[in-house]
Protein backbone atom coordinates (compact mmCIF):
# COMPACT_ATOMS: atom_id res chain seq x y z
CA UNK A 1 0.00 0.00 0.00
CA UNK A 2 1.62 3.06 -1.26
CA UNK A 3 1.37 6.35 0.83
CA UNK A 4 0.20 9.50 -0.85
CA UNK A 5 3.10 12.63 0.28
CA UNK A 6 0.48 14.16 2.20
CA UNK A 7 -0.34 10.88 4.60
CA UNK A 8 3.55 10.33 4.54
CA UNK A 9 3.83 14.15 6.49
CA UNK A 10 0.86 13.05 8.49
CA UNK A 11 2.73 10.46 9.47
CA UNK A 12 6.24 11.82 10.45
CA UNK A 13 4.01 14.42 12.50
CA UNK A 14 2.45 12.39 14.55
CA UNK A 15 5.71 10.14 15.08
CA UNK A 16 7.41 13.60 16.18
CA UNK A 17 4.55 14.23 18.64
CA UNK A 18 4.52 10.56 20.47
CA UNK A 19 8.14 10.84 20.86
CA UNK A 20 7.46 14.26 22.09
CA UNK A 21 4.87 13.09 24.45
CA UNK A 22 7.24 10.37 25.66
CA UNK A 23 10.32 13.04 26.55
CA UNK A 24 8.10 14.91 28.76
CA UNK A 25 6.40 11.71 30.44
CA UNK A 26 9.96 10.64 30.92
CA UNK A 27 10.93 14.14 32.37
CA UNK A 28 7.83 13.94 34.42
CA UNK A 29 8.89 10.73 35.88
CA UNK A 30 12.64 11.51 36.93
CA UNK A 31 11.02 14.59 38.76
CA UNK A 32 8.66 12.78 40.71
CA UNK A 33 10.87 10.32 41.63
CA UNK A 34 13.44 12.82 42.31
CA UNK A 35 11.03 14.47 44.88
CA UNK A 36 10.16 11.18 46.43
CA UNK A 37 13.98 10.07 46.97
CA UNK A 38 14.19 13.99 48.73
CA UNK A 39 10.83 13.64 50.98
CA UNK A 40 11.77 9.92 52.03
CA UNK A 41 13.83 10.63 55.22
CA UNK A 42 13.99 8.81 58.76
CA UNK A 43 13.47 11.28 61.66
CA UNK A 44 15.74 10.93 64.94
CA UNK A 45 13.62 11.88 67.93
CA UNK A 46 15.92 12.99 70.48
CA UNK A 47 15.59 13.24 73.87
CA UNK A 48 15.82 16.80 74.58
CA UNK A 49 12.76 16.91 72.29
CA UNK A 50 14.34 17.82 68.87
CA UNK A 51 13.76 15.84 65.55
CA UNK A 52 16.33 15.46 63.05
CA UNK A 53 15.86 14.95 59.74
CA UNK A 54 18.11 12.19 58.34
CA UNK A 55 18.70 9.15 56.42
CA UNK A 56 20.42 6.50 58.65
CA UNK A 57 22.76 3.81 57.17
CA UNK A 58 24.35 2.09 60.10
CA UNK A 59 23.21 1.35 64.27
CA UNK A 60 25.93 0.39 65.96
CA UNK A 61 25.72 -0.96 69.47
CA UNK A 62 26.72 2.52 70.96
CA UNK A 63 26.17 4.45 68.28
CA UNK A 64 24.22 5.70 64.92
CA UNK A 65 25.94 6.87 61.85
CA UNK A 66 23.30 8.95 59.86
CA UNK A 67 23.71 11.77 56.63
CA UNK A 68 21.74 15.09 57.08
CA UNK A 69 19.30 15.88 53.96
CA UNK A 70 20.32 19.62 54.24
CA UNK A 71 23.85 18.85 53.89
CA UNK A 72 25.49 19.93 50.56
CA UNK A 73 28.61 17.39 51.01
CA UNK A 74 26.22 14.46 52.54
CA UNK A 75 28.95 13.85 54.97
CA UNK A 76 28.40 11.07 57.39
CA UNK A 77 27.76 11.89 61.34
CA UNK A 78 28.14 9.74 64.18
CA UNK A 79 25.69 10.60 67.43
CA UNK A 80 25.72 8.16 70.78
CA UNK A 81 22.24 5.62 71.00
CA UNK A 82 21.87 7.28 74.67
CA UNK A 83 20.92 10.52 73.48
CA UNK A 84 18.43 9.11 70.90
CA UNK A 85 14.46 8.34 71.89
CA UNK A 86 13.54 6.91 68.65
CA UNK A 87 14.17 6.50 65.37
CA UNK A 88 11.24 6.64 62.45
CA UNK A 89 12.01 5.18 59.38
CA UNK A 90 11.23 5.76 56.09
CA UNK A 91 9.55 3.31 55.63
CA UNK A 92 7.69 3.20 58.69
CA UNK A 93 9.37 1.09 60.84
CA UNK A 94 9.67 2.91 64.43
CA UNK A 95 12.72 1.79 66.38
CA UNK A 96 12.62 2.81 70.24
CA UNK A 97 15.86 3.21 72.31
CA UNK A 98 13.96 4.07 75.51
CA UNK A 99 13.04 1.12 78.09
CA UNK A 100 9.48 1.84 78.61
CA UNK A 101 6.55 -0.42 80.01
CA UNK A 102 4.58 -2.03 77.94
CA UNK A 103 0.34 -2.71 78.44
CA UNK A 104 -0.59 -5.84 79.54
CA UNK A 105 -3.42 -8.51 80.87
CA UNK A 106 -2.26 -10.76 83.38
CA UNK A 107 -3.76 -13.69 84.93
CA UNK A 108 -2.82 -15.15 88.21
CA UNK A 109 -3.31 -17.25 91.17
CA UNK A 110 -1.83 -17.93 94.39
CA UNK A 111 -2.66 -17.69 98.39
CA UNK A 112 -3.93 -15.23 100.52
CA UNK A 113 -2.82 -15.16 104.22
CA UNK A 114 -4.85 -13.59 107.24
CA UNK A 115 -3.07 -11.21 108.94
CA UNK A 116 -4.02 -8.93 112.32
CA UNK A 117 -7.54 -9.72 113.86
CA UNK A 118 -8.84 -11.49 110.67
CA UNK A 119 -6.54 -14.34 111.97
CA UNK A 120 -6.52 -13.96 115.48
CA UNK A 121 -9.83 -11.54 116.93
CA UNK A 122 -12.60 -12.84 118.92
CA UNK A 123 -15.81 -13.37 116.60
CA UNK A 124 -18.46 -13.32 119.02
CA UNK A 125 -19.92 -10.17 120.72
CA UNK A 126 -23.74 -9.53 121.10
CA UNK A 127 -23.31 -5.37 121.38
CA UNK A 128 -23.88 -3.03 118.39
CA UNK A 129 -20.19 -1.62 117.80
CA UNK A 130 -17.19 -1.87 115.92
CA UNK A 131 -15.24 -5.62 116.32
CA UNK A 132 -12.81 -7.28 114.39
CA UNK A 133 -13.69 -10.69 112.56
CA UNK A 134 -11.12 -13.95 112.92
CA UNK A 135 -9.97 -16.95 112.64
CA UNK A 136 -9.81 -17.28 109.16
CA UNK A 137 -6.74 -19.27 107.77
CA UNK A 138 -5.15 -19.47 104.27
CA UNK A 139 -6.92 -19.54 101.51
CA UNK A 140 -6.44 -19.33 97.50
CA UNK A 141 -6.43 -16.05 95.62
CA UNK A 142 -7.29 -15.77 91.74
CA UNK A 143 -7.01 -12.19 90.12
CA UNK A 144 -7.22 -10.74 86.43
CA UNK A 145 -5.10 -7.35 86.20
CA UNK A 146 -4.67 -4.81 83.35
CA UNK A 147 -2.76 -1.75 82.91
CA UNK A 148 -3.15 0.93 80.59
CA UNK A 149 0.06 3.77 80.41
CA UNK A 150 -1.41 6.63 79.14
CA UNK A 151 2.46 8.79 80.34
CA UNK A 152 5.89 7.04 80.08
CA UNK A 153 6.18 5.56 82.85
CA UNK A 154 2.26 6.14 84.53
CA UNK A 155 -0.78 3.98 84.03
CA UNK A 156 -3.72 3.45 84.81
CA UNK A 157 -4.53 0.26 86.59
CA UNK A 158 -7.93 -2.00 86.69
CA UNK A 159 -7.94 -5.56 88.95
CA UNK A 160 -11.03 -7.96 89.46
CA UNK A 161 -10.22 -10.97 92.10
CA UNK A 162 -11.41 -13.21 94.40
CA UNK A 163 -9.81 -14.75 97.74
CA UNK A 164 -11.92 -17.33 100.36
CA UNK A 165 -10.47 -17.90 103.74
CA UNK A 166 -11.34 -20.96 105.42
CA UNK A 167 -13.02 -20.52 109.24
CA UNK A 168 -10.43 -21.70 111.74
CA UNK A 169 -12.43 -24.35 114.20
CA UNK A 170 -10.32 -24.51 116.62
CA UNK A 171 -9.70 -20.89 117.65
CA UNK A 172 -12.99 -20.56 117.37
CA UNK A 173 -13.74 -23.62 120.30
CA UNK A 174 -10.79 -22.42 122.01
CA UNK A 175 -12.19 -18.71 122.72
CA UNK A 176 -16.12 -19.35 122.56
CA UNK A 177 -16.37 -19.92 126.33
CA UNK A 178 -13.94 -21.65 128.51
CA UNK A 179 -16.44 -24.16 130.47
CA UNK A 180 -18.10 -25.97 127.16
CA UNK A 181 -16.30 -28.73 125.67
CA UNK A 182 -15.24 -29.29 122.05
CA UNK A 183 -17.36 -28.10 118.80
CA UNK A 184 -18.91 -30.26 116.37
CA UNK A 185 -20.21 -28.91 113.13
CA UNK A 186 -22.49 -30.49 111.65
CA UNK A 187 -24.01 -28.17 108.74
CA UNK A 188 -20.62 -26.79 107.84
CA UNK A 189 -17.68 -28.72 107.03
CA UNK A 190 -16.50 -25.89 104.56
CA UNK A 191 -17.33 -22.86 105.98
CA UNK A 192 -15.43 -19.62 104.56
CA UNK A 193 -15.06 -15.90 104.06
CA UNK A 194 -15.04 -15.01 100.59
CA UNK A 195 -13.89 -11.35 99.04
CA UNK A 196 -14.43 -10.19 95.37
CA UNK A 197 -13.39 -6.65 94.29
CA UNK A 198 -13.14 -4.32 91.57
CA UNK A 199 -10.45 -2.02 91.93
CA UNK A 200 -8.92 0.64 90.19
CA UNK A 201 -6.35 3.29 90.00
CA UNK A 202 -2.60 4.32 89.24
CA UNK A 203 0.60 2.64 88.73
CA UNK A 204 3.76 3.25 88.24
CA UNK A 205 6.36 1.25 86.41
CA UNK A 206 10.34 1.35 86.40
CA UNK A 207 12.23 -0.43 83.54
CA UNK A 208 15.90 -2.68 84.41
CA UNK A 209 15.78 -3.38 80.77
CA UNK A 210 13.91 -3.83 77.92
CA UNK A 211 12.59 -7.34 79.59
CA UNK A 212 12.29 -6.70 83.01
CA UNK A 213 9.76 -4.40 85.10
CA UNK A 214 8.29 -3.27 88.20
CA UNK A 215 4.91 -2.20 89.02
CA UNK A 216 3.67 -0.17 92.23
CA UNK A 217 -0.16 0.23 92.21
CA UNK A 218 -3.05 1.13 95.01
CA UNK A 219 -6.21 0.95 93.90
CA UNK A 220 -10.06 0.99 95.53
CA UNK A 221 -13.23 0.12 94.75
CA UNK A 222 -16.42 -2.02 95.62
CA UNK A 223 -16.06 -5.65 97.09
CA UNK A 224 -18.52 -7.95 97.91
CA UNK A 225 -18.05 -9.71 101.35
CA UNK A 226 -19.32 -13.09 102.69
CA UNK A 227 -19.50 -13.83 105.95
CA UNK A 228 -19.49 -17.94 106.49
CA UNK A 229 -22.68 -19.29 108.39
CA UNK A 230 -21.41 -20.93 111.84
CA UNK A 231 -23.80 -24.05 113.69
CA UNK A 232 -21.76 -25.40 116.28
CA UNK A 233 -22.74 -27.94 118.69
CA UNK A 234 -21.36 -28.38 122.00
CA UNK A 235 -21.49 -29.80 125.31
CA UNK A 236 -21.38 -27.62 128.94
CA UNK A 237 -18.95 -29.27 131.21
CA UNK A 238 -19.09 -26.90 134.38
CA UNK A 239 -21.60 -27.20 135.82
CA UNK A 240 -21.65 -30.48 133.59
CA UNK A 241 -25.42 -31.26 131.68
CA UNK A 242 -26.32 -33.71 129.59
CA UNK A 243 -28.18 -31.73 127.01
CA UNK A 244 -26.28 -30.48 123.77
CA UNK A 245 -25.95 -26.53 123.14
CA UNK A 246 -26.19 -24.72 119.95
CA UNK A 247 -24.90 -21.57 118.95
CA UNK A 248 -26.22 -20.37 115.36
CA UNK A 249 -24.91 -16.89 113.32
CA UNK A 250 -26.36 -16.16 110.42
CA UNK A 251 -24.25 -16.49 106.58
CA UNK A 252 -24.61 -13.04 105.37
CA UNK A 253 -23.33 -10.74 102.10
CA UNK A 254 -22.79 -7.27 101.27
CA UNK A 255 -20.75 -4.74 99.51
CA UNK A 256 -18.47 -2.44 100.70
CA UNK A 257 -16.81 0.23 99.64
CA UNK A 258 -14.53 0.97 102.33
CA UNK A 259 -11.94 -1.68 100.21
CA UNK A 260 -8.33 -0.80 99.06
CA UNK A 261 -5.26 -2.93 98.06
CA UNK A 262 -1.74 -2.02 97.25
CA UNK A 263 0.16 -4.32 95.43
CA UNK A 264 3.52 -4.51 93.92
CA UNK A 265 4.64 -7.14 91.11
CA UNK A 266 7.71 -8.20 88.69
CA UNK A 267 7.05 -8.24 84.54
CA UNK A 268 10.21 -10.55 83.11
CA UNK A 269 9.68 -10.95 79.14
CA UNK A 270 9.84 -14.32 77.83
CA UNK A 271 8.66 -13.58 74.55
CA UNK A 272 8.13 -10.73 72.20
CA UNK A 273 4.23 -10.26 73.84
CA UNK A 274 4.01 -12.75 76.77
CA UNK A 275 5.67 -12.10 80.22
CA UNK A 276 5.85 -14.01 83.49
CA UNK A 277 4.54 -11.94 86.60
CA UNK A 278 5.19 -12.24 90.45
CA UNK A 279 2.87 -10.31 92.94
CA UNK A 280 2.47 -8.90 96.30
CA UNK A 281 -0.53 -7.42 97.40
CA UNK A 282 -1.89 -6.33 100.46
CA UNK A 283 -6.02 -6.04 100.65
CA UNK A 284 -7.86 -4.24 103.45
CA UNK A 285 -12.06 -4.33 103.62
CA UNK A 286 -14.36 -3.10 106.15
CA UNK A 287 -17.94 -5.22 105.75
CA UNK A 288 -20.65 -3.97 108.20
CA UNK A 289 -23.64 -7.09 108.39
CA UNK A 290 -26.96 -6.98 109.62
CA UNK A 291 -27.97 -10.31 110.59
CA UNK A 292 -28.82 -12.63 113.63
CA UNK A 293 -27.27 -14.76 116.00
CA UNK A 294 -28.79 -17.41 118.72
CA UNK A 295 -27.13 -18.96 121.33
CA UNK A 296 -29.79 -21.37 123.40
CA UNK A 297 -28.16 -22.78 126.77
CA UNK A 298 -29.90 -24.09 129.85
CA UNK A 299 -30.82 -20.25 131.05
CA UNK A 300 -32.54 -19.75 127.55
CA UNK A 301 -31.65 -16.49 125.43
CA UNK A 302 -33.59 -14.94 122.16
CA UNK A 303 -32.53 -14.17 119.08
CA UNK A 304 -31.06 -11.15 118.63
CA UNK A 305 -29.90 -8.58 115.71
CA UNK A 306 -26.68 -8.15 115.51
CA UNK A 307 -24.95 -5.44 113.48
CA UNK A 308 -21.37 -5.60 112.79
CA UNK A 309 -18.05 -4.29 111.33
CA UNK A 310 -15.72 -6.25 110.68
CA UNK A 311 -12.06 -5.53 109.66
CA UNK A 312 -10.20 -7.94 107.33
CA UNK A 313 -6.84 -7.95 106.02
CA UNK A 314 -4.54 -10.03 103.98
CA UNK A 315 -1.41 -10.50 102.91
CA UNK A 316 -1.35 -12.36 98.61
CA UNK A 317 1.45 -13.91 97.23
CA UNK A 318 0.33 -14.94 93.28
CA UNK A 319 1.99 -15.81 90.33
CA UNK A 320 1.11 -15.99 86.61
CA UNK A 321 1.47 -14.68 83.06
CA UNK A 322 1.16 -11.50 81.32
CA UNK A 323 0.30 -10.62 77.56
CA UNK A 324 2.15 -7.44 76.73
CA UNK A 325 0.70 -4.88 74.51
CA UNK A 326 2.79 -2.02 72.39
CA UNK A 327 2.49 1.21 73.00
Not at 275 to 281: C, D, G, N, R
Amino acid sequence: MKLSLYEFKLYLLSMAYVKQFFSILTIVMIIFLSSHSLLAQDLIYMKDGKEMKTRVFNITKKDIHYKMLDDPEFRTYTMPKSEVRKIRFQYGKVLNFEKIPYHFLSFEIGRSLPLSYYRRADLITSAENISPSGFAESGPHVKIEGGYYWKKNWAVAAKIGHFSNAFKTSEFADNFLPFYSYFSYPENENIRWRNTYLHFGPAYSHAFSKSLFADISISSGPAVVYKPKIHVTYFKINPPVPDADTYISEGKRTITLKNFDFSTSLRFSIVRKLAIKLSAQYNFARPTFVFKESLNTDNGRPEINIRRTYRIETFSLTFGIAYQFKR
